[in-house]
Structure formats: structure tokens, C-alpha cells
């Protein structure tokens, strides 16, 4: 869902009705990828449009600073690569699967670009060859075991770690590569173990327990 969520959500922002895998008696896995280059987007930046690539020249006409755009975000690249295996540990009653991914997207950020002089130079100038990127990535692992314990009822514990690293938090077009952060988050997990009842085919039981847990630091500088 991405809007007129229920009563039951605090906040905002799209919910995802997640059902996992539980392997099976079989072994079997399936592996998914995508990738999208800087080949694949369009400029929709018109000549007429776009600024005076010296940054801020004065208009020879009227003397004013332009304000226009130098240029406009446009894609680097775009990947996700996801295989996954799961299969039995005991027929019929133990069965495993995990899963690994890794997705990222790094795009330029319109009027950001590099300082020419250098990170440690007390005064700015473009480096318009070398564009400011934002450019991100999250690394996931994630395993689930689940135990038939009998006819009716079932057991399953799931984890999944991850880790997302911003290599220019903070990016725009008043903020220079140099000057931004780097965001990672060292510790990101969630851990659920649920138990499943069939009482009857009218009735069914749910009982579950989860932990969720995120250390995200504001800001490391980039020097």
C-alpha cells in the first residue's frame, strides 16, 4: 500500500504484506537481477533551458545572475541482485531457505559538482567534468527455519540483517560532494518466531514474537 493506510499504522508510508519462504523437501532456488545504466534515461533539459555552465555568469543583457539549471539528475546506474536456495533439513518436518541481496542506485544531482581546487581549499569552483553523485547501496542477508512440530501446528524463525551505506548523505545543489556525510547503518536486524495452530477449519492460532533493532549515526565526515 502506498496511501489511505488503516487506522492501526502511527505513520505514513508504504506497507508491505510480506509472505517468506519456508523451503520444502525439495532443494530449489531461483536467482533475480536487474540493471539499469546511464544509457537508459533521457536528458529532458532543453537547450533553451539549461544555464550558463561558468555558474552564475551575469546575463550580458541585463546584468543579473542566471538561475537556471546547469543540469538535471540523471541515472549512473541501477542494479539489484538477488539469488536465493532453500530446501529440507528433515523430510517433512525441518525445512530451511536464506537469501542474499545487494541494490543500489547512484544518480547525479543536479548543479552539484566536485570542488576543482580541491576538498581542502578554502574557496569553491566547479569541476563541471565531474558531477556529484548520490549514491547509495544495502547489502541484506536473511534465513529462515521452519519446524512442523505436528498435524496442526508449525514453528518458524526468521531473520534478516542488514546494511546500508549513503556515500554523500546530504548532497545538493548548495552542498558540495565534499562537504557531505557518509551514513551507514553498523547494526540492522529483525528477528520474528511465530507459531501457527490449525485448531480447526474455522479457527486458526497465531502467536508471535519480534525484535527490530537500528543504530543509524547522523554523520561520519567525508575527510
Not at 19 to 47: C, E, H, I, Q
Not at 57 to 75: C, E, F, M, Q, Y
Amino acid at each position: 500500500m502506498t496511501g489511505a493506510d488503516s487506522a492501526e499504522m502511527a505513520q505514513g508510508g508504504i506497507r508491505i504484506n510480506m509472505v517468506p519462504k519456508d523451503g520444502g523437501n525439495a532443494m530449489r532456488g531461483v536467482v533475480f537481477g536487474n540493471y539499469a545504466g546511464s544509457g537508459w534515461d533521457a536528458n529532458n533539459l532543453r537547450d533553451n533551458l539549461q544555464g550558463d555552465l561558468t555558474f552564475n555568469a551575469p546575463d550580458p543583457a541585463t546584468g543579473k545572475i542566471g538561475n537556471r539549471l546547469t543540469n538535471v539528475s540523471r541515472i549512473e546506474k541501477i542494479w539489484d541482485v538477488n539469488p536465493s536456495v532453500g530446501g529440507p533439513i528433515l523430510k517433512d518436518r525441518l525445512w530451511w531457505y536464506a537469501t542474499f541481496r545487494h541494490w543500489g542506485a547512484e544518480k547525479t544531482v543536479p548543479d552539484s559538482y566536485f570542488n576543482a581546487l580541491g576538498p581542502t581549499a578554502s574557496t569553491y569552483q566547479p569541476d563541471l567534468n565531474n558531477l556529484g553523485i548520490d549514491d547509495g547501496h544495502i547489502v541484506s542477508t536473511a534465513g529462515r527455519i521452519t519446524a512442523q512440530l505436528s498435524s496442526k501446528d508449525k514453528i518458524a524463525y526468521y531473520h534478516d540483517n542488514q546494511r546500508k551505506y549513503r556515500d554523500h548523505w546530504g548532497i545538493s545543489s548548495t552542498v558540495a560532494p565534499e562537504a557531505t556525510a557518509v551514513q551507514v547503518t553498523p547494526t540492522s536486524f529483525v528477528s520474528v518466531t511465530k507459531w501457527t495452530r490449525t485448531q480447526t477449519s474455522r479457527l486458526l492460532l497465531e502467536a508471535g514474537f519480534a525484535v527490530y533493532d537500528q543504530d543509524t549515526p547522523n554523520s561520519t565526515s567525508q575527510q
